[in-house]
């Protein structure tokens, strides 16, 4: 159990706090409701670039780094479709400084052309590296737009094309960051060597004099349903052909959302899996075989894949039919109660394991907060699923969108 306390400040900054005297250190995170999905079509890549740009200055410190770094610490964030998250490690005696850098940044970036051009610049660079230079780095954008027409979940974090980063300025910025980065759209969780009146103490010091600000809504119209498969062949930087069959699923908070979660763990997850067993066992068709879901908030997607060690159209549809044919096992035969309390057995280890370390904890405590939940039950969800309940779930997976990605 994950002991924690919470409380929430005027101008609505949602902080929660762990006690952890086991360790000298602790961790500030610090977690806003912002991600590519509050983009727009034509400026896609801003919740990523903001990554960036927070640690290119701020009104009073002009380098980030530099400040956490003289306090003993490290600092680090990451983007996704629904939120962006900022984590500094300090030793507990100098957590202050973790505090002023963090609410300096949420008070004001510097707007500073030439802090712009330089994260542009990494951005850009990190796009071509990532999407056009690595195998299968196209996935995302061909995967996402062969799924979704509407929603911007079409396009993923680091955005549809680097041109739209090249484009922004400064107003762009001032304008993305004033409508986001904000007190009331944000959640503080402070987890190690600290008591909860050092962070009252801190959070009313640091935090509470930056106003509320009018956060940007979020209009952009429901993804209508799949009606008929879909189905793409593209051609890349890939050393072997990768087959991605991909089905809509409910997002997250839904109640079929966690059965979803452990049907791709029952069909891919370790050694016992039906697709190590079955597919990569065998070692005449695949190489790699792997089911996961996106983890979004909203509707997102169940995904099967598998590399080959054949070449050729008949060698792809074979390969597409065998990964639905373990999908469709479960659909007409079920699940064994083994195999699922095996599964939910896996996922409360890697729970429990992944929430030892203090960042861990505070990370984990972050998403609960912005989610409305006690941590704690997190698990009890996972408990709570019946071998009726995957059944259901692997059956509503009828409308598959198929990605064929060949070598050039």
Not at 160 to 175: G, M, W
Not at 318 to 337: K, P
Request: glycine share 6%; charged share 25%.
């Amino acid at each position: 159990m994950i002991t924690s306390t919470r409380f929430t400040l005027p101008n609505g900054l949602r902080v929660i706090h762990h006690h952890d005297p086991g360790t000298a250190m602790v961790a500030v995170n610090l977690l806003y409701n912002v991600g590519a999905r509050d983009e727009s079509p034509e400026m896609t890549g801003m919740a990523h670039l903001f990554e960036h740009l927070m640690f290119g200055g701020s009104v009073n410190v002009p380098e980030f780094d530099a400040a956490i770094e003289r306090a003993g610490g490290m600092n680090n964030a990451w983007t996704s479709n629904d939120f962006t998250n900022f984590f500094d490690i300090v030793p507990a005696a100098n957590i202050e400084t973790a505090f002023w850098l963090e609410s300096d940044r949420m008070l004001s970036l510097a707007f500073s052309e030439k802090s712009l051009e330089v994260q542009r610049n990494v951005v850009i660079e990190e796009f071509k590296q990532v999407c056009l230079n690595r195998p299968y780095g196209r996935l995302g954008h061909e995967l996402r737009s062969l799924l979704y027409e509407r929603h911007p979940y079409r396009w993923p974090t680091i955005g549809l094309d680097f041109s739209h980063i090249a484009k922004v300025t400064v107003a762009d910025e001032k304008r993305f960051f004033l409508s986001h980065y904000a007190p009331n759209n944000a959640v503080l969780a402070v987890a190690g060597n600290v008591t909860e009146q050092r962070v009252r103490d801190l959070a009313e010091k640091w935090f509470s004099s930056i106003p509320r600000r009018e956060i940007a809504k979020r209009f952009y119209d429901p993804e209508p349903p799949m009606t008929s498969p879909r189905r793409r062949i593209v051609t890349g930087n890939a050393p072997q052909t990768a087959v991605f069959v991909a089905f809509r699923m409910p997002g997250y908070g839904h109640p079929d959302y966690v059965p979803c979660d452990l049907l791709t763990d029952i069909l891919a997850s370790g050694r016992s899996s039906r697709f190590f067993r079955n597919l990569i066992m065998p070692g005449k068709f695949f190489s790699e075989a792997d089911a996961s879901i996106s983890g979004s908030e909203e509707p997102g997607y169940l995904l099967l894949s598998a590399k080959l060690l054949q070449e050729g159209e008949e060698a792809e549809d074979r390969a597409r039919g065998m990964l639905l044919d373990q999908l469709h096992d479960i659909v007409d035969n079920g699940v064994s109660a083994e195999e699922l309390e095996r599964a939910v057995n896996r996922y409360e280890s890697n729970f429990t394991f992944n929430s030892m370390s203090f960042l861990a904890k505070a990370q984990n405590l972050a998403m609960a907060e912005m989610h409305g939940e006690d941590i704690n039950d997190t698990i009890g969800r996972y408990r709570a699923v019946t071998v009726d309940d995957i059944r259901r779930v692997a059956r509503s997976m009828d409308m598959p969108a198929t990605l064929i990605y060949r070598p050039d």
